[in-house]
């Protein structure tokens, strides 16, 4: 059973870099059935998307985070990872990697999510 | 970006009552090319991930109860319970994935009365 885990430090300086890890499990991160990515939630609110990597190494960030982004995949640990720079306190949110479905160039919507990961950006 | 606006914010409905949620977006998420929408629907719990319960507007993901029915096309969806139980306390979220950036809707929260 395909399963996603999430790590990385719950602390991160202001302006500094916050990255992520997302561990996958039970199957292939290099499935063509597969594409990944992030979405997170700041306490208390609502979602935001944040980015996609598709099958094939195509990636999509989300504008708002205004070029601060990158997601990759390393395939021989099947492990999906996010750096996000330059961070503030508006960046404090739960980030969760997930899952979705993708069929012969139709992608549907995440299906599988990871537990989250909280991060908070605080001196 | 396409907006998604969920109504009402929240509700309060009485066990083995119905519940209904709408949401609205702000252009239409039906591919024309497959006569699909792009609209799915997730419930969460607190402490807990969305767990995706609807998608295509009104496909059951596998092992979702059938109280949960969706529907709706182009602009215009509705999440329905159709009797609530005391689990189905959580916030419920309507998500386009038509376009580029996904979006989601502000969620609404769904209470006993």
């Known amino acids: 059973q395909l399963q996603l885990q999430e790590s990385g430090p719950g602390l991160v300086n202001p302006s500094e870099t916050l990255s992520l890890s997302c561990s996958v499990s039970g199957g292939s991160i290099s499935s063509s059935r597969s594409y990944w990515g992030w979405i997170r939630q700041p306490p208390g609110k609502g979602l935001e998307w944040v980015g996609i990597?598709?099958?094939?190494?195509?990636?999509y960030y989300n504008p708002s985070l205004k070029g601060r982004l990158t997601l990759t995949v390393d395939t021989s640990k099947n492990l999906l990872s996010l750096k996000l720079r330059s961070v503030t306190a508006a960046d404090t949110s739960m980030y969760f990697c997930?899952?979705?479905?993708?069929?012969?160039?139709?992608?549907?919507?995440?299906?599988?999510w990871g537990q989250g990961a909280l991060v908070t950006v605080s001196s | 970006d396409i907006v998604m606006t969920q109504s009402p914010d929240s509700l309060a409905v009485s066990l083995g009552e119905r519940a209904t949620i709408n949401c609205k977006s702000s252009?239409?998420?039906?591919?024309?090319?497959?006569?699909?929408?792009?609209l799915a629907w997730y419930q969460q719990k607190p402490g807990q991930p969305p767990k995706l319960l609807i998608y295509?507007?009104?496909t059951r993901e596998s092992g979702v109860p059938d109280r949960f029915s969706g529907s709706g096309s182009g602009t215009d969806f509705t999440l329905t319970i159709s009797s609530l139980q005391a689990e189905d306390v959580a916030l419920y979220y309507c998500h386009q994935y038509y376009n580029l950036p996904r979006t989601f809707g502000q969620g609404t929260r769904v209470e006993i009365k």
């Open positions: 997930m899952r979705g479905s993708h069929d012969n160039g139709d992608y549907g919507p995440s299906d599988l």
């Open positions: 990597f598709y099958f094939g190494g195509t990636t």
């Open positions: 295509w507007a009104s």
């Open positions: 252009q239409s998420v039906l591919y024309s090319s497959n006569n699909k929408n792009y």
